[in-house]
Nanobody, 121 residues
């Protein structure tokens, strides 16, 4: 059973910083792309940033220059460093990972439970 466990959300003031972490646990043969999505009230879930196992990154335009995604392949963990936070960054942030549970398994997408990030003005 694969689980993604997020941590690091919370309340921060405008211009502040937070670091999110997401650790994948369970039976994992390989971890491919890992990333972060967010969903604000009344809005659709949207991609924030993603990173491949080789370290290639992709960012949404609204976080470029402010957020940095990284990962520790040995720990199957992905991080999101969020700087210069704005009230419009307020949302539930979800970890996503494309994983293979075994050599014989196909890749599948897994989601974390979400962590709340609130930025006050």
């Amino acid at each position: 059973q694969v689980r993604l466990v997020e941590s690091g959300g919370g309340l921060v003031q405008f211009g502040g910083s937070l670091r999110l972490s997401c650790a994948a646990s369970g039976t994992i043969f390989s971890a491919n792309t890992m990333g972060w999505y967010r969903q604000a009230p009344g809005k659709q879930r949207e991609l924030v940033a993603e990173i491949t196992s080789g370290g290639s990154t992709n960012y949404a335009d609204f976080v470029k220059g402010r957020f940095t995604i990284s990962r520790d392949n040995a720990k199957n963990t992905v991080y999101l460093q969020m700087n210069s936070l704005k009230p419009e960054d307020t949302a539930v942030y979800y970890c996503n990972a494309v994983l293979r549970a075994s050599y014989w398994s196909r890749s599948a997408a897994y989601w974390g439970q979400g962590t709340q990030v609130t930025v006050s003005s």
